[in-house]
């Protein structure tokens, strides 16, 4: 029997590291991902300003596994129902039970030149070319636009307004960021209380926040919007997701069992997931590994089941996925916001406990060197 694991991020990686102890040995179990390293996704932001931190939050893929077989290659397409993906060399891998955890790309909605002349941020060659753009701003004084101000673009606006304050540059306070949000208020889906708090940490990073703020078109100097035309001399854009082009940009909208198919399940940024209250759960990498849990108890039942001598067949009953994390973090520039239970943290309190949150989810994957590295960089 053969189990096909695709993508290797947050949802992926803890899928395989939990299937690796819950399959019996007899059982295939195979990893696909474009690249042989794990990145933490959630920590790229800080690159642009810390390049070293790359070695950190970046994870060799087949040093923390044990009996699964890696596959370094880019799925070129999936197909749910039949269980076979397509690989960019023109493989196509077939599964007994799979899991499509292929991420998430970048969503520009169609607006007009946008994908022509913004960045993304996505992933740490994204944090380089962010850094490097930003090189001139700093220098000449220039305006840098953020569009988005979910986390993502939070953490990429504080991050540039430090980096503006670094000693080298001698004109930090000729350069301006603004974060632009189409919403009422900066961090949308989530809580007041924390909203409130992300809100007041960008103000202090002298971040210009402009809310309930849409994009209408952009051209190579200007981004029009509702309000009028805004000048730029860089623009980031963070505003949205959309579904893997292996999966021609869908997300298929899966139940608590997180069933794609009879055979393939999806989760992490790759599906839009209702939880066992019916609620949609936000794409984060919280959820995501929480639902590599249940994920991991349901393919587990599948595997058992399908292998059973009994001579009457059976459907296993399968794990209900609940969204329920403890908490949020972000960081802006040197400032933290971590939201534990109903309490807001910042400052000292709220690094600390980025810091457990980061060493503890890399310290699970198998990756302790790392986890140290990180911590330390946390509490730097």
């Known amino acids: 029997m053969h189990v096909v694991v695709l993508g290797a991020g947050y949802a992926g990686l803890s899928l395989v590291r939990r299937l690796e102890s819950r399959l019996p040995p007899a059982v295939d179990v195979t990893l696909v991902n474009d690249g042989a390293e794990h990145v933490l996704i959630h920590e790229a932001h800080r690159a642009i300003r810390r390049p070293a931190l790359a070695d950190a939050i970046s994870v060799s893929i087949p040093d923390v ?7 370094n290659a880019r799925v070129d397409s999936v197909e749910f129902d039949a269980g076979r993906a397509v690989l960019d060399d023109g493989e196509a891998l077939s599964w007994d ?32 070319t962010i850094r490097e753009g930003f090189r001139s701003v700093r220098e000449a004084g220039g305006r840098a636009v953020v569009g988005g101000a979910g986390l993502s673009g939070v953490q990429v606006a504080g991050e540039l307004t430090a980096l503006a ?22 961090a949308p889906n989530f809580p007041a209380n924390f909203r409130r708090a992300v809100h007041d940490e960008l103000l202090e990073r002298d971040v210009d926040v402009r809310t309930g703020t849409a994009v209408e078109r952009v051209g190579p100097e200007r981004v029009v919007t509702e309000e009028g035309e805004l000048r730029y001399d860089q623009l980031i854009w963070t505003g949205g997701i959309t579904g893997p082009a292996a999966a ?39 959820a995501a590994i929480r639902e590599a849990k249940t994920a991991a108890e349901n393919l587990s039942r599948l595997v058992e089941a399908d292998r059973s001598e009994s001579v009457e067949a059976f459907r296993p009953r399968l794990s209900q996925y609940r969204f329920d994390v ?50 330390e960089e946390e509490l730097r």
């Open 248 to 286: 021609d940009g869908n997300r298929p909208t899966v139940r608590a069992d997180l069933r794609a198919a009879d055979r393939t399940l999806a989760l992490g940024d790759a599906a839009r997931i209702v939880d066992a209250d019916g609620e949609p759960v936000p794409a984060s990498a919280s």
């Open 326 to 375: 403890p908490g949020w973090i972000v960081s802006i520039g040197e400032g933290t916001v971590a939201q534990v239970g109903s309490t807001v943290l910042r400052g000292s309190a709220a690094k600390a406990a980025k810091a457990s949150v980061g060493a503890g989810y890399l310290t699970s994957i198998g990756a302790a060197r790392n986890a140290g590295s990180l911590a």
């Open 97 to 128: 039970y799979g899991a499509v955890c292929l991420g998430s790309e970048t969503e520009y909605y169609g607006i007009e030149g946008l994908r022509e002349h913004a960045t993304p941020m996505k992933s740490l060659a994204d944090a380089a």
């Open 65 to 71: 596994l044990d009996r699964t077989e890696f596959v």
């Open 165 to 186: 304050r670094e000693e080298e540059f001698a004109v930090p306070e000729e350069v301006e960021v603004v974060l632009l949000e189409r919403f009422d208020g900066v």
